[in-house]
């Protein structure tokens, strides 16, 4: 494993700081029994490795990339619900919506606008966009 040295100024590090603790904090509230807590360390190399993840998964798309098949982009909203116990009925009624066209989205029969997208995002705790979206091949 390569080490890499870093130089933060004091407003980026507190920064850093405050929001690992925050995330430690709300893992803690998640989970009563969890006991470990992330580093600064830990945060950093998670939003590089986070990022090099989005990289990764829009090459498909890039419009320099030659791509013979069009990819369709589809949701994983109903497997991040899922995960975190969080019900259709639920994000309709935080949404103002019924059920039924939820339902469509999580399923990926309909696609949502991009206001709608953002809206469901935040209802299911702003995961990392590259976790809510793929590409499927036509």
């Not at 980026?12 to 998640?30: D, F, V």
């Not at 950093?44 to 090099?52: L, Q």
């Not at 990339?65 to 009925?89: C, D, L, M, T």
Request: aromatic share 8%.
């Amino acid at each position: 494993m390569k080490e890499v040295i870093i130089q933060l100024n004091e407003e980026t590090y507190e920064q850093i700081n405050e929001i690992t603790e925050l995330e430690n904090l709300i893992n803690r509230h998640r989970d009563k029994n969890r006991r470990d807590d992330y580093e600064i360390e830990d945060f950093i190399v998670g939003s590089i490795v986070d990022k090099i993840e989005q990289i990764k998964h829009f090459d498909a798309v890039h419009p320099l990339v030659e791509n013979h098949n069009q990819p369709v982009i589809k949701n994983r909203f109903k497997e991040i619900a899922k995960q975190k116990n969080i019900y259709i009925k639920d994000v309709a009624d935080q949404l103002n919506m019924k059920p039924p066209n939820v339902s469509k989205i999580f399923n990926n029969v309909s696609q949502p606008r991009l206001e709608l997208f953002i809206k469901i995002w935040l209802v299911l705790g702003s995961p990392p966009l590259h976790q809510c979206i793929y590409l499927e091949e036509e």
